[in-house]
Nanobody, 115 residues
Framework: QVQLVESGGGVVQPGGSLRLSCAAS??????MGWYRQAPGKEREWVTS???????YYADSMKGRITISRDNAKNTMYLQMNSLESEDTAVYYC???????????WGQGTQVTVSS
C-alpha cells in the first residue's frame, strides 16, 4: 500500500525557515513533489523532483526553497527559507509511482508564518 507521510510543519516568524519531510513507503516513486493550499485558495504546485535528481520550482517560491530526496530512505525534503506570511498554507507531498501517472498524496502539514 502506497503511503506518504509529511512532517516538519509548524509556526515560524517571517524571515524564518522550516524543513518539511515526506516519508514514502509501499512503492518506488519516479516523481515526487509538493503542493500547497492557502485558506480560501486553490491547491498550488510548488516544486517537483525526479528520480534522477532533476528539480523544478514554481516562480512564487523559487530562490527560497530547495527540494531534495534520499532515494535510499524513500524520503523527500523541502527546505524553505525567508518565509513570508503569504506562504502560510497546508503543504501536501505527492508521489507518482514508476510506470503510472496517478499521484498519491500525503495528509498535509500546516505551515503558518506569523509574528
Amino acid at each position: 500500500q502506497v503511503q506518504l507521510v509529511e512532517s516538519g510543519g509548524g509556526v515560524v516568524q517571517p524571515g524564518g525557515s522550516l524543513r518539511l519531510s515526506c516519508a514514502a513507503s509501499g512503492s518506488i516513486f519516479n516523481i515526487m513533489g509538493w503542493y500547497r493550499q492557502a485558506p480560501g485558495k486553490e491547491r498550488e504546485w510548488v516544486t517537483s523532483i525526479r528520480s534522477d535528481g532533476s528539480t523544478y520550482y514554481a516562480d512564487s517560491m523559487k530562490g527560497r526553497i530547495t527540494i531534495s530526496r534520499d532515494n535510499a530512505k524513500n524520503t523527500m525534503y523541502l527546505q524553505m527559507n525567508s518565509l513570508e506570511s503569504e506562504d502560510t498554507a497546508v503543504y501536501y507531498c505527492y508521489g507518482i509511482v514508476v510506470g503510472t501517472a496517478k499521484p498519491s498524496w500525503g495528509q498535509g502539514t500546516q505551515v503558518t508564518v506569523s509574528s
